[in-house]
Every structure is written in C-alpha cells, then in structure tokens.
C-alpha cells in the first residue's frame, strides 16, 4: 500500500488567504522533502526536512520530530504564483534518500 | 550549485521498440534515480544506483532496464514501448539528504 498518504487532494484559495498541506506516513520516516510542480512539470524542492520546521518566506514546514509520522507545509498570505501541484515525500530509515511520493494536492490560487 | 540534464526532453517511440533516456548531473551525487509520473498522478521509483556499477531496483522495474555507466550518468531503457503510454520520466540525484530533480523526458509511444 502507499506508504505516504496526502491531504487534501486538491484545494482552492483566494489570495491572501492562509491554509496548510498535510502527509501522513504509513511508517516512521527518516526524512521528508516538499516539492511544488510547475505547469512545465519540473519539480521543485522547497524544504528537505530532517526534523524540526524550516520557513522560506510565506511557506513553512514541519517535520513530526517524535513519532516521524507526518509533516505539514502552510502557506500563509497565498499569491496567485502559488498555483501548481504540490508533492510530499519521504525516505524510510535505512534507505537513504530513496523517496516514496504522495499522489500530490493541486492548489489553485484566484484573485 | 549543480544542474540534471535529461535527454531528450520529449520522444516518440513506437509500439515495441526499444527506447533509452540519459540524464547526466554534475552535483558529484553518489546516488541516482530514475521515477516515473504518469498524469495526474505521484511519483513511482524504477530504478536506483548508489554508486558507478550499481543498480537496484524500484517498485516498478518490470518492462525497463538502467546502466550507471559512471557516476555522472544514469540511463534508462524501456525495453518495450506500450502502445498508447504516456507518461514523464524524471531522473533524481542524492547525497544521501536532499533530492534534486531533473526536468523530466516526455514519453509518447504512438
């Protein structure tokens, strides 16, 4: 089954708002990074996270640093560049950095 | 900083011929993937290699073979091409942390 499970799917925003993107891991995971997809399809990574939160301008992300069971990733004050597809994934203890995806959230951004 | 270059950014194969996709980075990596999007949809790991010479494979290795010829590059061949697939081939590299990807080959098989 898949290992990491992410919600919602899909959402809509108008801008200025706040909301946040959530992946559940089905295992411990070692680690976890966030990418967004452009309409190109190239994948950009927004956070690697170990642990802890890391914040990049109006997007923040966490790491559940005691279970190591599911990350978040906000965006806060959404602008219209933040439409696209937005992937979590995580890499299992002991598999380095081998990835498992989450089947995505497509985020639409509308003035 | 470092860049993944795929080639070629787009390929049209026929129905059961056999098609091979390179990706080169020069991030000195020491580990490199190959995933498969189809539209829509998340991404599956193929194949993997953790050093030049090494191959391991993914969740969906059935229908395709790779080569780490030397650390820089990893290929992939499909060694059928299904009629009517379409999907985006992305290669990856690692140093064990982060991920970085590149911009993908675009597979039509006519």
């Known amino acids: 089954g898949d290992q990491v499970e992410q919600s919602p799917s899909a959402l809509s925003l108008h801008e200025g708002t706040d909301s946040a993107l959530r992946c559940n891991f089905t295992?411990?995971?070692?680690?976890v990074q966030w990418f967004r997809q452009n309409s190109r399809g190239s994948l950009i990574s927004l956070f690697y996270l170990a642990s802890g939160t890391k914040e990049n301008g109006r997007l923040k992300s966490a790491f559940d640093s005691k279970e190591r069971r599911y990350s978040t990733l906000h965006i806060r004050d959404a602008q219209l560049e933040d439409s696209g597809t937005y992937f979590c994934a995580a890499a299992q203890q002991g598999t380095g950095s081998k990835l498992s995806f989450g089947k995505g959230a497509k985020l639409t951004v509308s003035p | 900083g470092g860049i993944i270059t795929q080639t070629p950014k787009f390929l049209i194969g026929q129905e059961g011929q056999k098609l091979t996709l390179k990706c080169q980075q020069n991030f000195n990596h020491d580990t490199m993937y190959w995933y498969r999007q189809d539209s829509g949809k998340g991404l599956r790991l193929i194949y993997y290699s953790i050093t030049e010479n090494d191959l391991q494979k993914g969740d969906l290795s059935e229908g395709y073979d790779a080569s780490r010829e030397k650390k820089s590059s990893f290929s992939l061949t499909v060694t059928s091409a299904q009629k009517n697939e379409m999907a985006v081939f992305l290669c990856a590299s690692s140093m064990d942390t982060e991920v970085f990807f590149g911009k993908g080959t675009r597979l039509t098989v006519v």
């Open positions: 295992t411990t995971m070692r680690s």
